[in-house]
């Protein structure tokens, strides 16, 4: 560390070298914090000084110190750890000459141990009356300033262990995601799914339509694949006889960086035996509800200016209604692919070479027309059998039995009644080698590892992937994904 110091870095080192002078180690070891601030808070909490003083409540904490008031032979300063932040009251003539000359010698930032009773002040702030003292770490580069303090976005997301440190809301968002998290779990663990672990690197492209981010094995000699999706090995679960499972994990898409997308996040896939669609959609329901109601204790949300209700029961709608409804286009109707073809040039929509049937049309106006409109949260069902490789068909061959579910015009999952038939299968991957022949660089490849598993036989299942960062961002209220991941992918600095 041999950077140029500012004045006040060169101070704090001053102060260190002091420190060490006075017998106290600033980078020592283990400290014994036998209370959390927020319990010591409780414990005090509608009890004036004259009960404190009848009955004292002893405390022993550590946390970082975020204000000070250093006078002559008594100071105040605030202790900060994970939940909650306390005042305390040190005195010379309380904790002795060598612990108040070493406090004398702290700064906004570092990390203290204090042991002492709680007390009131005159203005009725609950506080430790510190007995003794410790030096735990030395911060050697000063905070933001108190009132303005990190605000810069994307200084924030790049330096997240200050933005951490000085902004509340981002620490309580990351405690809150970490709590939506073990809901999720203990809901799916309560109906009696199993969490598994898959590999994350892949010799095959599939499970999605996503351009994948490309690896190389050197002892094999050979390229991989981060996943794109956790799907075709969660169901070779379902081969083998896991018949309710999940994984919550990573997922790597080499695409753009967006308000709603990151390369790497983090989702929930789930897979249920002798199931279908309509349990997939019982069980989003169950997890929303669940996760409202029981640990955000919340049911209506403000996000993007939009409130969010997820009370109820929530709709579910034909993606070719909600397209009629928005273009008066019926794509129930068998419209050849020439015609909707003119149909999208004279929406002014974007065509693709590899397109080369209806369906692909349809989703790109259900995409432009219909998906932006989709505030309150709803299931959109029954979508083109082309953009849906691993979806079984419905009565009309044209679409499959497959939903996504919708809040504030985004999608938040995606469900599928899953095709267990390897000849289907097998002609589906054919199409997406050929849609890949025509410039989809997102088309699946072949993957003969689970066509061999689906001819041992897979019971009929439903499947479902949830967007779990999507989730937190809607449950704390936040619009941007950033805010919601502690590490986000950043460009460098300066570009």
Known sequence: MDEKL????????????????????????????????????AQGEGKDEEALLSSPIRGQTAGRIMSLRKMGKASFFHLKDQDASIQCWIAKDVVGENDYQAFKLSDLGDIAGVEGTLMRTRTGELTI??????????????????????????ERYR????????????????????????????????????????????????????RPFITHHNALDKDFYLRIATELNLKKCLVGGIEKVYEIGRIFRNEGIDAKHNPEFTTIELYQGYADLQDMKAWLSGLLHYLAKEVLHQEKFLWNGQEIDLSGEFPSYHMADLILEKTGIDFREDIPFEKALDLAKEHHLELKKSWNSTGYIMQEFFD??????????????????????????TADPRFVDRFE??????????????????????????????????GDDEANDMDLNFLEALQYGMPPAGGIGLGVDRLVMLLTEQSNIREVLLFPTMKDEGK
Do not use: M, W
Request: hydrophobic content about 35%; proline content about 6%; aromatic content about 10%.
């Open 6 to 41: 500012t004045d006040q870095e060169a101070a704090r080192r001053e102060k260190l070298n002091a420190l060490r002078e006075l017998g106290y180690e600033p980078y020592g070891g283990k400290y014994e914090k036998k209370d959390d601030v927020k319990d010591l808070i």
């Open 129 to 154: 009356r510190v007995e003794k003292y410790v030096p735990i770490v030395k911060c050697l580069k000063p905070l933001p300033e108190k009132f303005h303090g990190l605000q810069d976005t994307e």
């Open 159 to 210: 330096r997240r262990f200050l933005d951490l440190i000085v902004n509340d809301s981002s620490r309580k968002i990351a405690l809150a995601r970490s709590r939506i998290v073990k809901g999720i779990r203990d809901y799916c663990d309560s109906l009696g799914f199993v969490e598994v672990e898959t590999s994350i690197l892949s010799p095959i492209l599939g499970g999605a339509a996503a």
């Open 368 to 393: 432009e027309f219909v998906e932006p409109t989709l505030i309150s949260p709803c299931f959109v069902c029954t979508y083109p059998i082309e953009v849906s490789p691993l979806t079984k068909k």
């Open 405 to 438: 579910f919708f809040v504030g015009g985004t999608e938040f999952a995606n469900a599928y009644s899953e095709i267990n038939d390897p000849f289907d299968q097998k002609e589906r991957f054919i199409e997406e080698l050929k849609a890949r022949e025509r």
